[in-house]
């Protein structure tokens, strides 16, 4: 069994790739300012992009429309991935907490 730090490590060693200026995960950003998250998450939601990690948290964005980021092809994008392999998603951290809870028979919430 991996310890949380040692899980952590892993987890970015295999992140996804990013541009610069694009964070899927805001404890990437080079300056953490109100400003900065601000412009990140605006950003995000302009590409129809509504949920960004904070470490282990998602933030979610509503968009006031619907977006076809649900369904049979999103979970099956999402079953069995590490969270950092896809795009941030709800899927990921139900299926990030379902392994913790299966592999490390820790508690989860939500």
């Not at 964070?23 to 960004?52: A, C, H, W």
Request: net charge positive; glycine share 6%.
């Amino acid at each position: 069994r991996l310890s949380e730090g040692a899980r952590h490590k892993q987890a970015r060693s295999t992140m996804y790739s990013f541009k610069e200026g694009e964070y899927p995960d805001l404890i990437l950003m080079k300056e953490i300012t109100e400003q900065e998250m601000f412009n990140v998450l605006t950003k995000r939601l302009s590409e129809g992009k509504i949920y960004t990690y904070i470490g282990d948290v998602v933030i979610s964005v509503n968009p006031y429309k619907m977006l076809p980021i649900y369904g049979k092809q999103v979970i099956d994008k999402y079953n069995g991935q590490r969270k950092h392999l896809n795009e941030p998603h709800v899927y990921a951290l139900a299926e990030d907490m379902y392994r913790n809870l299966r592999d490390y028979r820790k508690n989860q919430c939500v």
